[in-house]
């Protein structure tokens, strides 16, 4: 079994900046040689996720708008005492960290429809890393 490890880096522009790592994800797979296993997609962060959805103005929109109304900012919540970005640890929590994704033949199994993003949360600008592990044979 092999194990090769990539880290991603990139700037955000802010809260519910979403940014597409497919084509970056995809290349990491083909590089990695690795003819059969996982790819493990992951933020290192309390303020960031990594989702899949389809890369479609409109769907974002939704998905942004989804997000302010479930966890809306400014609520009262009691971590805004120490620092105003509660609401962006909330949604992070309910996003998730990461996603893990077959390989087959070399290439990473998504659906047609499914791109894979990085969504910020954080209410400020992030200079932000993920971390791509293909593992297998």
């Not at 933020?43 to 960031?48: E, L």
């Not at 400014?74 to 077959?102: M, Q, V």
């Not at 499914?114 to 593992?135: A, G, T």
Request: proline letters at 3%.
């Amino acid at each position: 079994m092999r194990v090769v490890t990539r880290e991603l880096r990139f700037q955000t522009e802010g809260e519910i900046d979403l940014v597409d790592i497919t084509a970056e994800v995809e290349r990491v797979v083909e590089e990695s040689g690795i003819e059969n296993g996982l790819c493990l997609v992951f933020v290192p962060g309390a303020t960031g996720a990594i989702v899949t959805i389809e890369h479609e103005s409109g769907l974002l929109e939704d998905f942004r708008r989804a997000l302010k109304e479930l966890i809306p900012k400014g609520k009262g919540y009691l971590h805004d005492r120490i620092d105003d970005n509660a609401h962006s640890h909330l949604r992070a929590t309910l996003l998730g960290a990461s996603e893990c994704f077959p390989v087959v033949d070399g290439r990473l199994v998504r659906g047609t429809w499914q791109q894979i993003f990085f969504v910020e949360l954080d209410v400020i600008p992030r200079h932000r890393r993920v971390i791509v592990q293909v593992v297998g044979e």
